[in-house]
């Protein structure tokens, strides 16, 4: 496994410079200025706590492996991402499951994080529980900044049970009426005709609260339909776009998001937490986590 001091040689002082990983949203917040040299984190999984629910893992490890090395504690960590996806790579994006109404969002996975700074130097952000952090959380102004901020080297991540059983099932039926039949359903999506359902936890529950839907139309389906990557923001229909999560308003869509609608003070309040953390703009020169 590449050391952190190997990463930070690699980086340099001066460069234009990214982190590439898995590439599976490369384009995620516009194209890379002409020049902008491509390095690699640390890659391997360092120590998994599984008492503790935490793992330490290079951020250039792909996400199934981590996921297939923690199934073996009975654990996961809430991250999601497509074939060939890196952790560091998810945490950039910010890339929430489909199930984030249960486990929640990508934000709450990353405690703490060994990154190089845009002076080229090693500084550690977060701490390896949840109660060592305090003051500023730096650690979640990284995730979702798609490296504009610092780049991710070996990372401590928060883990959690895996449920005992999961089952979807689908019909076309108001969220209303499927929320109250089901305690916390872990994802409830729609296309715009039909709605979709995920429901885990322990068996015997899970049995309950689909036997409960089946009596309003809902089906079991053998496996859950194909969910494409989340988008940021909120959005109303989904119609022939992908498929909306009416639990939190995330759309899932294999469309290319361009830009993020916000206020002129968040934007300038990104600014300035931009300037502070890399006042050359060597970090992924030319990126923006608003895509505009």
Known sequence: MKSMEEFVEEVGVDCLV????????????????????EVAAPIGIVNVQPEEMIVKVGAGTKLDVLMEELSNFNQEVALCGLKESTVGGCLAVGSSSHRRARIGAASDVLLQADCVGADGKKFTAGGPTVKNVTGYDICKLLVSSLGTLALLGIVTLRTRPKPEKQT?????????????????????????????????????????????????????????????????GNYKNTSGEGLLDLQTGVLHSHNNQKRIEVSEKVRELSSRVKDNFDPTGRLNPGRSPYFS
């Open 168 to 232: 979807w099932l689908s019909g076309m039926v108001g969220f209303n009426e499927i929320t109250a039949r089901c305690y916390r359903p872990a994802s409830v999506l729609s296309d715009g005709v039909k709605t979709f359902v995920l429901l885990e936890g322990y068996a015997e529950d899970i049995d309950k609260e689909a036997s409960s839907l089946n009596e309003i139309g809902m089906l079991e389906m053998e496996k859950g339909p194909e969910i494409p990557p989340a988008l940021k």
């Open 18 to 37: 990214t982190v590439k990983g898995g590439g599976t949203r490369w384009e995620v917040g516009g194209s890379l200025l002409d020049g902008t040299k």
